[in-house]
């Protein structure tokens, strides 16, 4: 294993991590996966409890997304999808239609590139539209939609974006939602529509210039699984249809059952102008994302002028593959009844919780469907690595954002691993060292 932690070291650029902090905090070398758990090389079995950066949804080798992949395999692993299509992709684009209400599919591979699609689809749709002016974004504060250079511009989380700043493009931020910084009595309704008058300025100002408000909805995970009221969203539809702007719901993190619905959008009842789709989309086995827009938005795109086209392009579009997995996550979704029977468990699992809810140490403790989050009080410097390190003694794989610790397990986890975590996420609290 010591082999496996200096080979890793000296060859793989580890995400998102200063590489010196490696000698002091080495990873978890990993063998197999199996449901909700991961096993080290060392034998030793650790609860997965933030479905590997949010992307699993049925566990690890699931039998029934392996099969499927297995048969694709046997099929075509690859085509490229410009001048060729497929079953899968079909299949998955018809499927992804008539749960979204969206009736197009683009296809890239990340997160990050469905960002990057939205907002170029965006603009574009307005320059063939005419209106070459309408060409900026606005987004929320704290919000996270991707890291590659168009991504990260309307993205506003500082340690992200702060060194990059002189590469990427002003975008707005209006303020955020996030109910924990409503004032001492105000609900977290009336301060979302007091944050979405403060859109209402900005759009009524800037329409003219604006192509589209991007927004994580109900959840912004990366600021530490902030979540507000869905009122927000019903406002923001309206403004964004009087001010001509798009609505773009990024529901990378929150789509595919997170917050207790299919999509997050459901629980505001608005339907986006674009969806970006990724992470659950494989069930966490395959890189792929979609966006996925209008019939209004297509046609504005439709012609005999190739540049009138969307011209985008990713080696791996629409991978039969990726394809496959997701197909098999929404088949699972359907005869498992998943978001009924998530509704259960995320009861249960509150239930498991009170004293963790109820600790002196965890403040703004809150739950989005499968997302369950709070924050420590007077966290010392570190003390995400520290949280880490001692979970992972308990046999707990769990990265708390800064001081805001949070759980986002895959939806196999059992009963008896939900209560055992909760018990180690109370063990950990009463550390007075962590
Ligand atoms: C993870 C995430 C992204 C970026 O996805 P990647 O696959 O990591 O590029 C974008 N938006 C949101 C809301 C995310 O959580």
């Known amino acids: ?74 099929r075509i692993e690859h085509v490229m999808l410009a001048g060729a299509t497929h079953a899968p992709v079909v299949e998955l684009s018809e499927r992804l239609a008539r749960l979204t209400g969206l009736g197009h599919a683009f296809y890239g591979s990340d997160g990050a590139s469905a960002t990057e699609i939205a907002l170029k689809m965006s603009a574009h749709f307005w320059r063939n539209a005419g209106r070459t002016e309408k060409n900026a974004f606005v987004s929320l504060q704290n919000g996270y939609h991707g890291e590659t250079v168009g991504a990260l511009s309307v993205t506003d989380i500082p340690l992200f974006k702060d060194t990059y700043a002189p590469l990427l493009r002003h975008s707005a931020q209006v303020p955020t939602p996030d109910a924990r910084l409503a004032e001492p009595g105000e609900s977290a309704e009336a301060y979302a529509l007091r944050c979405a008058a403060v859109l209402e300025a900005h759009l009524a100002e800037h329409a003219a210039t604006t192509a589209a408000f991007i927004v994580e909805p109900l959840v912004q995970g990366a600021a530490g699984m902030a979540m507000y009221h869905p009122v927000y969203l019903a406002r923001a539809r309206e403004l964004c249809d009087r001010y001509q702007v798009h609505l773009i719901a990024d529901e990378i993190a929150v789509g595919f059952g997170r917050t207790g619905t299919l999509f997050a959008c459901e629980q505001a009842a608005i339907r986006p102008d674009f969806i970006c789709l990724s992470k659950g989309i494989t069930g966490g086995y395959l890189p792929l994302s979609a966006v996925l827009t209008t019939d209004a938005v297509y046609a504005a795109f439709y012609g005999d002028a190739t540049a009138r086209g969307f011209l985008h392009s990713h080696s791996y579009t629409g991978n039969p593959l990726a394809c496959r997995a997701a197909l098999a996550v929404l088949d699972i979704f359907e005869s498992d009844r998943v978001v009924d029977a998530n509704r259960l468990k995320a009861q249960e699992f509150t239930r498991a919780l009170a004293g963790v809810a109820a600790h002196p140490r965890a403040g703004h403790f809150r739950q989005a469907g499968m997302i369950w989050a709070f924050d420590v009080t007077a966290a010392r410097p570190g003390f995400s690595s520290r949280f880490h390190r001692a979970a992972l003694e308990q046999g707990v794989f769990i990265r708390p954002i800064g001081n805001t610790v949070y759980v986002m397990p895959p939806y196999v986890t059992s009963a008896d691993a939900m209560r055992a975590l909760a018990a180690t996420l109370l063990a950990c609290l009463e550390r007075p060292d962590i």
Not at 4 to 9: A, C, F, Q
Not at 45 to 74: E, K, M, T
Request: proline share 5%; aromatic share 8%; net charge neutral.
């Open 1 to 74: 294993m010591d082999d496996l932690l200096s080979r890793t070291r000296a060859a793989v650029w580890h995400p998102c991590t200063q590489m010196k902090q490696l000698e002091a905090v080495p990873p978890l070398a990993i063998a197999r996966g199996e449901g909700a758990w991961l096993i080290g090389v060392d034998g030793r079995r650790y609860l997965d409890a933030i479905s590997s950066w949010w992307v699993n949804l049925f566990g690890h080798c699931n039998p029934r997304i392996n099969a499927a992949i297995v048969d694709q395999l046997g």
